[in-house]
């Protein structure tokens, strides 16, 4: 069992339908047909939508995804068109909303990977490939990969897995031409964000993009290169054969599989409530990212 503790209610904001709740963002309709994307504060781990808050949360994804967008429009266009609110909506909506174009979406999650860990490592390790592509040995947890990879996967719904799968079953679900489209696309923009990061001094291990076609062009969709989406390591701390500290929930992650959370993951009850020092600790981990990769100060 997974999936929300507590499922929210949507906000009632005239002029807009609600579409969807996502783990992290709520998704809306307006009058003119365009998307309004809302970012929220909710914190995922273990495919579970957790019932504590990280505060600021929604505005750094947000906020940083339209850094990144600003870094990498000559490479991809994007669908946002505007961060204006919604008349009548919440107050707090501020800073966290983007009016984005309705795009036809491309069912597949575009995951770029230069370093070997999470799924990429115990596949690896069974097999010495990742999503089919057969990688060197002697490789380990943190690796640098030869050069970086294109490895899809198959989106899930709320409280499931996304599925690695193969290049040439990407090919099959979405056609040859879109699926040499992506991984043109997704190669390109990770060799950017990786370059830009690493003169800040940051590690960006992998990620994960959506796209979406606005009539016959691919357009970078949903958020992009943000903690959420990403895995940022410091780049004076990173060292292969372990894992890598990490500026993402790995906090989280922590203290849910620890004896003082008392939860099981492996049991059907969803996990506890996470203490304030945890949320302090994330909340800061997402704002350091933020202020290391923009260079500017959060506030």
Not at 261 to 286: C, F, H, I, Q
Request: glycine share 8%; with cysteine.
């Amino acid at each position: 069992m997974s999936g929300f503790v507590e499922k929210p209610e949507p906000s009632q904001v005239p002029g807009l339908v609600h579409l969807h709740t996502g783990k992290v963002r709520d998704l809306y309709q307006n009058e003119a047909g365009d998307l309004v994307m809302v970012a929220s504060d909710r914190m995922s781990a273990y495919d579970w939508v957790l019932p504590t808050e990280i505060p600021d949360k929604g505005r750094i994804l947000t906020q940083l995804s339209l850094w990144w967008f600003d870094r990498l429009a000559d490479l991809a266009p994007n669908h946002v068109l505007s961060t204006d609110v919604p008349e009548g909506a919440p107050a707090d909506w501020a800073g966290r909303t983007l009016v984005c174009k309705s795009l036809r979406m491309v069912p597949v999650e575009c995951v770029a990977r230069g370093y070997l860990t999470g799924s990429g490592l115990a596949e690896y390790e069974r097999t010495r490939t990742v999503c089919g592509l057969a990688l060197p040995e002697g490789l380990v947890d943190g690796s640098e990969l030869p050069a970086p990879i294109f490895t899809p996967a198959t989106k899930a719904e709320v409280g499931e897995h996304d599925e690695n799968v193969s290049y040439e079953e990407a090919a099959r679900q979405v056609g040859a031409e879109t699926a040499a489209q992506l991984r043109q696309a997704t190669l390109a923009v990770y060799g950017r964000a990786r370059d830009i990061a690493r003169g800040r001094g940051i590690i960006l291990a992998d990620t994960k993009f959506e796209f979406g076609f606005d009539g016959d062009m691919l357009v970078l969709a949903d958020e992009v290169l943000t903690p959420d989406s990403s895995r940022f390591w410091p780049a004076d701390q990173w060292q292969p054969g372990r894992a890598q500290p990490s500026y993402d929930k790995q906090f989280v992650r922590d203290w849910l599989t620890s004896a003082e959370s008392g939860w099981d993951r492996g049991s059907e009850l969803p996990p506890p409530p996470l203490p304030e020092p945890v949320v302090e600790a994330t909340r800061a981990k997402y704002v350091e990212a933020y202020e290391r990769l923009t260079g500017t100060s959060w506030s």
